[in-house]
Every structure is written in structure tokens, then in C-alpha cells.
């Protein structure tokens, strides 16, 4: 799912490593633990920070793309474009998949006190991830996430691994809750630091084929020592079982946070 946490940083979430998340979901699939099906509606990672507890059916595989405009209450501040928000996942067994997350270009532009404009592009460098789907049951269900976040510290490639418990819970046929906890590792250019998430929302059906959620979240790390934290909502279409359109946006609290709007497409394949 795509999601700002400050300047450069969005849903996007927090794991320790794919190889350890993939093997302890091997070692689990022998303990007897529940699993789920195919729903019979695609259920996309996109839009909002929480990834969701959905792992693809063995052989199929989901392309979410979309793109997403960012904003600070501080008229001096970057404003930027990102495009495009891009994940691709692909079911490799029953409850386990793996994904490739990649934020595109940030396209900036500030503005600057005189009225004059400044712009820039980056690109930004892909994200590896694993999901396993550790229970599923009646009303409720917890996937375990892994995450490889690529970075460029002066020059210099960084991997930063990150661990997630992912969760929903069904309230009634018509209102779920769900959220994320997460932590992992931050390069930052004076060494490595620790970075913690949290976020929480509901959801629920419009009509049959549109359904609406709320979402908040936050982050704190050891280098900046600040907690940030902002609020999302957004409307998903169904045009049939396998096609989703979005759109969402988000509050920012403070001056570092940003506030967003954007759109995006889902299709299972």
C-alpha cells in the first residue's frame, strides 16, 4: 500500500528479512495452522499505510499501480509528485507470496517565499517483501510480513530489514477493523538506527461494489527522536472481481508530515 511516514517515507512498513520470514512460514505449514482461500474478490495491498493480511493464491499474481501527490502545511516546503506507486506480488505456495514495492520518482517542486520554483527528480530504489499468512480464521486473520527497504546513504547502498505482524478482525458482515505493528532497521548518514510503526482503521461496504475505510498510523525512530503520525482515508471501486480503482488521501500532523491525495488501479492476473 502506498503511504507517506515523512518526506521520503510511505506504507509502507517495517521486517527483519525475507529469508528468515519465508523459512519460518515453511516450518509453520506443518503445525496444523489454519488457512484461508482464494477470496472471491480481489483484495489488493493498495491504497493505506497497513500492507494487507491477503496472501495470492499459488499461480496468481496481482498488479497494483497508481500514483500519489504530497503536500506540507509549510509554504516553503518540497511538494512532490510520486510515479508511479508501483507493487507486484505473485502467490508462490498455499498462504505465502512474494512482492516486489517500488515508489517510483519523486518529482519535487518548492515553493519558495518570492513565488519562484524550484523542481528536481529522484528515483527511488525497489523494496523486496514476503508475506505468510500465519491464521486465518472465523473472524480474524495475522500474516507475518518481511521487508528488504533499499537505500542510498552517501553514495553508499544500504539494505535496511524490517519485521511486521499484520491483523483484521471482523466486527460484523459489514464493519472490519485491521492495522499493523512494525520494526526495523534505518540507515541514516550517521550509522544505523531502529524505526518503530503502528497504525489502526476500519472499513466497510458503501454498496456492493464500492467499499470505503479510515486508517491511522504512525512512526518513531531512534534518530530523529519524534513520533510522526498522520490519518488516511479512501474509497476503493470494484469494477468486477478482479479489477479495483481507488481513490484516497491523508492528513499530516505537524510540519514534517504530509498531507496527500491519489488514485490508483488493482487487477488481479
Do not use: C
Not at 512498513?13 to 488457512?35: E, P, R
Not at 511538494?79 to 512474494?98: A, C, H, K, Q, W
Not at 548518514?189 to 497504525?199: C, I, K, L, Q, V
Amino acid at each position: 500500500m502506498d503511504r507517506p511516514l515523512h518526506e521520503k517515507n510511505r506504507k509502507k512498513g517495517l521486517s527483519k528479512s525475507i529469508i528468515a520470514t519465508v523459512l519460518l512460514s515453511f516450518l509453520a505449514q506443518g503445525t496444523g495452522l489454519l488457512y484461508a482461500t482464494q477470496p472471491e474478490r480481489l483484495a489488493a495491498d493498495r491504497p493505506g499505510f497497513a500492507w494487507g493480511t491477503h496472501t495470492v493464491t499459488p499461480g496468481n499474481f496481482y498488479l497494483e499501480t497508481g500514483f500519489m501527490y504530497s503536500f506540507f502545511s509549510d509554504p516553503i516546503s518540497y511538494n512532490y509528485s510520486t510515479v508511479p506507486v508501483f507493487n507486484f506480488r505473485m502467490g508462490i505456495v498455499d498462504n505465502i507470496e512474494l512482492f516486489v514495492s517500488w515508489n517510483g520518482w519523486d518529482i519535487y517542486h518548492q515553493q519558495s517565499s518570492e513565488d519562484t520554483n524550484m523542481s528536481s527528480n529522484e528515483l527511488n530504489l525497489p523494496l523486496l517483501g514476503a508475506k505468510y499468512r500465519l491464521i486465518a480464521a472465523e473472524n480474524y486473520t495475522i500474516t507475518l510480513l518481511g521487508l528488504l527497504e533499499s537505500n542510498d546513504i552517501n553514495n553508499s547502498f544500504k539494505v535496511d530489514p524490517s519485521l511486521a505482524m499484520l491483523w483484521d478482525y471482523s466486527l460484523t458482515d459489514n464493519l472490519g477493523l485491521f492495522g499493523m505493528a512494525q520494526a526495523g532497521t534505518l540507515s541514516t548518514y550517521s550509522g544505523n538506527e531502529m524505526a518503530y510503526s503502528f497504525s489502526a482503521g476500519i472499513g466497510f461496504p458503501v454498496s456492493e461494489k464500492i467499499e470505503a475505510f479510515a486508517e491511522y498510523y504512525n512512526r518513531y525512530d531512534t534518530f530523529s527522536k519524534k513520533l510522526f503520525h498522520g490519518n488516511e482515508a479512501g474509497i476503493l471501486f470494484f469494477l468486477n472481481e478482479d479489477t479495483q480503482l481507488d481513490v484516497f488521501g491523508g492528513y499530516g500532523h505537524g510540519n514534517h508530515m504530509p498531507h496527500y491525495l491519489g488514485a490508483g488501479f488493482s487487477r488481479r492476473l
